[in-house]
């Protein structure tokens, strides 16, 4: 009932926002109350469209990546404010290699120059101690920085050796963009297509039908940070 209050009477201006209300009101009105942490995310509904006219009351549920946020306070603590986008479903058919990785004579996977890079996508970044952001511009920077970092420029792409380096090459934008992100982390579950053999068939397949496959299968976490907010924590 609290929470539905608080969106009566506040409104919801942005999703951190809403968040750092409700730790506020839980640590002003409740003295027993020794710490808050409240997760929220976001439905992707988008108003129907007819020929450029929207739709009195109508909806299309629009999952191109899901945005969330978590702030947490602890009593007499500075409060601390995390955002986020998740299962953004990515892809790019060219310009995506796997190579120059790590071999010995347990290695079996070989390495590829031309493949596609499909997977989904969770980020999450921390804007350190709250301060009066601009959140949801921050957001749609870095989501923007996001979709740069994985696609490259439109006219011509960027190659990129490995899923890896694409998740360093996004951590690395966005803290060059962004002054308010001190710590990103993001994970790339990777999906493996395979080249359909077709000779059976009597045909020549040139990379033209492919298939996803269970195995192999990627998964690549990293968590990257400004050198001065790590050392400020005692990291």
Known sequence: NIV???AKKNGISSLEQFAIDICNHFMTTFCQVAYVKTYIQEVPWQR??????????????VP???????????RNGPLI???????????????????????????TLPERHDRILCGELFCKWSYGE?????????????????????????DCGEYSPSYQKTINCIQMLVLSRVSQV??????????????????????????EVLVPVEAPYGSCAC???RKKFFEAQGH
Request: charged share 25%; net charge negative.
């Open 223 to 225: 968590t990257l940070g």
């Open 48 to 61: 129907l469209h007819e020929d450029g006219v929207p739709h009195i009351h109508s909806f299309i549920c």
């Open 64 to 74: 191109d990546g899901i945005r969330f946020c978590e702030a947490e306070q602890c």
């Open 182 to 207: 001190q710590v990103i982390e993001v994970v790339l579950n990777n999906t493996f297509f395979n080249v359909v053999d077709m000779k059976n068939l009597g045909l020549t397949n040139d990379k």
């Open 130 to 154: 709250c301060k009066d952001f601009d959140f949801d511009c921050i957001w749609k920077k870095i989501r923007e920085c996001i979709l740069e970092a994985f696609a490259g420029p439109p």
């Open 4 to 6: 539905l209050v608080l």
């Open 81 to 107: 404010v995390f955002a986020g986008i998740k299962d953004l479903k990515l892809m790019k058919t060219t310009q995506s290699g796997f190579e120059g990785f790590y071999k010995n004579e347990h290695t």
